[in-house]
């Protein structure tokens, strides 16, 4: 069930924008069930919709009106998530920073390899150790 400021917020998305972020929302209680990673803390932060699992760091995504055509998948700028993530997907993806995935709102969700980033980013406090994720 959708925490309620949640459900509030995504009433404001625009269509097709609404179903892009839900499908990402979906995205993130699956891994957390598949994965066995327990409850999903769900709460709005800085008003964009945010989740986090105890053994993770939190995911964070939004659609902005100033840019109409993207939407944004955010993560924690103080890891090494979204280097590792532009070091696996350059191919595939498009980024902001160190904090962020940025997806086109007219192209297909990228699901596979979202879930592996969202996965990862679930599963930091237990990985982060890896070389290519380091602290």
Known sequence: MMHKDIQ???E????PVKPLLIQIHTLIFDIAQEQDL???EE??????????????????????????????IFFNCKTKLVDTFRELYSDKL?????????LSVDGALPYDVLKHCIALSMNYKNIKHLPLLGE
Not at 12 to 15: C, L, Q, S
Not at 48 to 69: C, H, I, L, Q
Not at 94 to 102: K, M
């Open 43 to 72: 709460s709005l932060k800085w008003g964009e919709p945010n989740y986090v699992v105890k053994s993770g760091t939190a995911v964070r995504f939004d659609w902005k009106p100033k840019s109409p055509e993207l939407y944004f």
């Open 94 to 102: 498009e980024f902001q920073g160190n904090r962020a995935i940025v």
């Open 12 to 15: 404001t998305y625009p269509e």
């Open 38 to 40: 327990g409850s999903v």
């Open 8 to 10: 509030n917020k995504f």
